[in-house]
């Protein structure tokens, strides 16, 4: 399973631990995570139950809720904020439909209100920051969610997105099985995707690093462009 450490708590000044896993996220109470993945990051956010899930549209639904939340958190930090999906448009925050629902709602593009994506973890996570409902920090030799030239190939078609290539697989030695350590199931090696926690595996990469830098996402990149990696 993704690991996920509390590094800070407003309560309990005492207990603030540095940072050294690749994601870390700041929650508007005040509370401090860091995880090895996109799951594990969004599951600070969500609640740990999304963590365990393998279910993608019950998670669809846990991020649906959040951001409806945030949604309406951002108002009064002076942000509109619509909820979003790029597959089926702008989710109306009075109806609870599902995806293939025939009265599912859409709306075109309000123009110059704010987008809280749900469509994965990854836009879900970025779209946050933009609204500063999150602070979400990288560390510097990871590219989970930060341009590298290895996203510029797997979006052109030049590189394969597979799961056997994955940051997050390592091998079950009890069963000669390779597995992947978010969604705790067996690899395939396809393309995968649909994967948001999909990362490849960087030069030199080490999971806990002690003393390193992290990026703040939002400070550093315009997020609408990260998106679109994504």
């Not at 809720?65 to 909820?83: D, T, W």
């Not at 992947?180 to 948001?196: I, R, T």
Request: hydrophobic share 35%; proline share 3%.
């Amino acid at each position: 399973m993704s690991e996920i450490n509390i590094i800070g708590n407003p309560n309990f000044p005492e207990d603030t631990k540095d940072p050294t896993l690749p994601l870390v996220v700041v929650l508007r109470d005040g509370k401090v995570g860091g995880t090895d993945s996109i799951k594990g990051a969004v599951s600070l956010i969500v609640g740990k139950d999304y963590l365990k899930s393998k279910d993608e549209t019950a998670n669809w639904y846990k991020r649906l809720f959040v951001a409806r939340k945030e949604s309406m958190a951002a108002i009064g930090r002076g942000i509109y904020a619509e909820v979003y999906d790029k597959r089926k448009g702008v989710i109306r925050n009075n109806y609870a439909v599902k995806p293939n629902d025939p009265d599912y709602e859409m709306e075109e593009d309000a123009g110059e209100s704010e987008k809280i994506r749900i469509e994965n973890g990854k836009s879900f996570l970025l779209s946050l920051a933009n609204i500063k409902a999150i602070a979400l920090l990288e560390r510097e030799d990871s590219f989970q969610l930060r341009p590298h030239k290895i996203w510029d190939e797997i979006n052109s078609g030049k590189r394969e997105k597979q799961c056997k290539k994955c940051l997050h697989k390592y091998e079950n030695l009890k069963t000669s099985s390779t597995m992947c350590n978010v969604f705790l199931d067996k690899v395939k090696n396809l393309d995968s995707k649909s994967c948001s926690s999909f990362t490849f595996i960087p030069e030199g990469y080490t999971l806990n690093i002690h003393g390193v830098k992290y990026v703040n996402l939002y400070e550093k990149y315009d997020v609408d462009d990260l998106m679109k990696y994504f």
